[in-house]
């Protein structure tokens, strides 16, 4: 079984320059993504494929937002996507050969090694989790699911933080600081993943009015017991691991300050999970349609699963309207301003915690002077998030660039709901690896010179393994 490996720094670098054939893919931050395409790449090289390696650069650890301890979870909360949208759903091999094609049919059963299910079988848990009604893991849990995978793929980490991205010949070069070391790191595209840094809508003090990792670490710690009514801003699943966590975990009163009428949540039929799991036809649907779709099944929603958890509970109420601003009152609770319907009004909370997520275009901020002005240009001139949005290609890049930029998590309005979350990382590991074959194109069966030259010797190997 092949480890996942940690370089040192300085690294004697393996790939001295992007030009290089064997240089990798480079991904900012170890999470799901990350390691979505790290076993992808390893199964398809597996196979006969020339794809590139996966490089991920992490600050902590692999999967380190789905634990204890960087600000998103406690670590204990639910999932809430199914665990078998896993890193290799949906299962279809249809990027690397048509039905009939036996390669297509190793990719995916190479893949369903790394299953959720494949992992449960490993540890000996796959029959007491069946028989107890397929319950959803903790967040926890699926970090160790995610750890597991990366491990036997093989997945190769840069310890650091990313200070600069800039563009070099055929590729990218990230500057990446680790404690007093600073060394760089080459690739032939780039993908940006995680949820960026917290980007808040009201001024946190670290007492009284929390960002999302201020409330995790105090919520760890113990919440003090005169926080008794909580305001939470932010409507989408962030806020509802939050909103659970006080209203049916400590019993406290919750009030969810939400931009719509009321606390929606996920649609989750087969009509809506249709366009998560394939999205053909998307781009067929108006912008205005897509973008309805994502407001309402996806983006200020609270999963089903949160949703059946506060039902059971009387201590959330909701107030509609976007925070203008926060202040303390006289008595040490903070006063909410809360703007709706052109009007304002004031809602009085012993605590605020700011849950409206993380700023997605937090990646143009660490851009070099050549890199920056290749995206203005290849976006009209300004950098905005709609104009990245309507930008993305099939392989969830920023099309126009030297090279490319990879960002799914901006690529649901152009290319389809699921690639920002969950809900597709097999079906996103395609896309992204098929642009570094040549003359194929992401969702079509390769080109024939693009296949391992033996098909038969390949699967007679698979079969010996």
Known sequence: MSSSTTLSHPVAEPWPNARHSGAPLLVIGAGPKAIALAVKSSVLRAAGFDVPEVVAVERDRTA????????????LQRLGTLPEKDLGFPYDGSAWGDADDPIAGEVVQRMAAYSWAGHLRDRGAYARWIDRGRPQPSHREWADYLQWAAVRAGLRTVNGQVLGAELADDGWTLTVQDGELRSQVHGRGLL????????????????????????????????????????????????????????????RQVTVVTPRATLYSRGESVFENRYYSDPTGWSGLTEADRREFIRRTDRAVFSQDVQADLAGTKNVAWEPGRVVGTRQDGAGRVEVEIAYGGRQRVHSADLVVDATGGDPLWFTRILGPRADDALRAALGGTVTREHVERAIDASLAVAGLPAPLHVPNLAALAQGPGFPNLSSLGLLSDRVLAAYVPSVCPGLAPAADDRPADLSAVNQGAAQR
């Open 64 to 75: 380190a937002n789905w634990r204890e301890g960087r600000g998103w979870t406690n670590g």
């Open 192 to 251: 940006v993943s995680g949820p960026g840094p917290v980007a808040p809508v009201v001024a946190p003090d670290g007492t009284r009015v929390l960002t999302t990792g201020d409330f995790w670490r105090l919520a760890t710690e113990g919440l003090p017991d005169w926080a008794r009514q909580v305001t939470v801003v932010g409507a989408g699943e962030t806020a509802g691991t939050i909103v659970r966590e006080l209203a049916v975990g400590l019993d």
